[in-house]
C-alpha cells in the first residue's frame, strides 16, 4: 500500500465525515509507531494540512483565455471549495488555501483549471490556436512498434515483466533498508 495514497483517503474520509459528527470537526489524531521506519519512528494521524499557493491573474486569465478581475477570481475558486483572498500587490495575485479535501490540487495548472470550469467552458470565447500542429507518433515510438510486429509475426509471444528495478526501489523509496540484503542480483544487467 503506498503511503501517501492511504494518507490522502485518510484525510478526505475523515474531514467529509467530521462534519456529521455530534460535535461537527471535531478530529482526534492518533500517534502510530513504526520502529522499522528510522527516518519517522512515530507519525502522527490524520494530519489534514493546509496548503496555501499563489497565482497571478494575469497568468490565470493567460491561459484561462478571459479577462477577470482578481476578485471574480477569488469568488470563482470559492465555488470549487478553494477559499482565497487577493493580496495588497495591486490586486494582482491571489492566495489560494488548498484544503485537506482537495488532493487533486497538486500545482497551480491545477487552479487555473477550476477557475475555468468555475467560470463555466461554454463562457469563454473560441479562438484559433496560435501554432498549426500535427500530432504524430515519436520515430523511436515507431519504429519499435514495426520491430515489436516483425518479431510477432515471425512466432515470438512478447512478455513485458515489471519485476526488475533498482536498488534505490527496493531499499529507499519503499523504506526498508533490509529488503536490499535479500534482493536478487543480476549479474550481467545491461545499462
Given at each position: 500500500t503506498d503511503l501517501v495514497k492511504a494518507q490522502v483517503v485518510l484525510d478526505t474520509?475523515?474531514?467529509?465525515?467530521?462534519?456529521?459528527?455530534?460535535?461537527?470537526?471535531?478530529?482526534?489524531?492518533v500517534e502510530v509507531s513504526n520502529p522499522n521506519d528510522k527516518v519517522h519512528p512515530t507519525r502522527v494521524y490524520p494530519?489534514?494540512?493546509y496548503r496555501k499557493e499563489v497565482v497571478s491573474r494575469k497568468k490565470v486569465n493567460g491561459i484561462v483565455g478571459a479577462d477577470l478581475e482578481s476578485t471574480k477570481i477569488a469568488s470563482l475558486l470559492g465555488k470549487m471549495s478553494l477559499n482565497s483572498s487577493v493580496l495588497q500587490d495591486a490586486g494582482e495575485s491571489i492566495e489560494?488555501?488548498?484544503p485537506p479535501t482537495r488532493h487533486d490540487v497538486l500545482h497551480a495548472c491545477d487552479i487555473y483549471e477550476d477557475v475555468a470550469i468555475a467560470y463555466g467552458?461554454?463562457?469563454?470565447?473560441?479562438?484559433i490556436p496560435k501554432l498549426m500542429?500535427?500530432?504524430?507518433?515519436?520515430p523511436l515510438n515507431k519504429l519499435s512498434d514495426q520491430l515489436r510486429e516483425q518479431i510477432a509475426q515471425?512466432?515470438?509471444?512478447?512478455?513485458?515483466s515489471f519485476?526488475?528495478?533498482?536498488?534505490?526501489?527496493?531499499?529507499?523509496?519503499?523504506?526498508?533498508?533490509?529488503?536490499?540484503?535479500e534482493a536478487v542480483k543480476i549479474s550481467n544487467p545491461r545499462p
Open positions: 474520509i475523515v474531514a467529509m465525515f467530521s462534519e456529521y459528527c455530534a460535535q461537527p470537526f471535531l478530529i482526534e489524531s494530519t489534514l494540512e489560494v488555501t488548498i467552458y461554454n463562457n469563454l470565447t473560441k479562438t500542429t500535427i500530432g504524430q507518433q515519436l515471425s512466432g515470438f509471444t512478447e512478455a513485458l519485476s526488475l528495478c533498482s536498488k534505490d526501489d527496493i531499499s529507499t523509496k519503499l523504506c526498508n533498508p533490509q529488503a536490499i540484503n
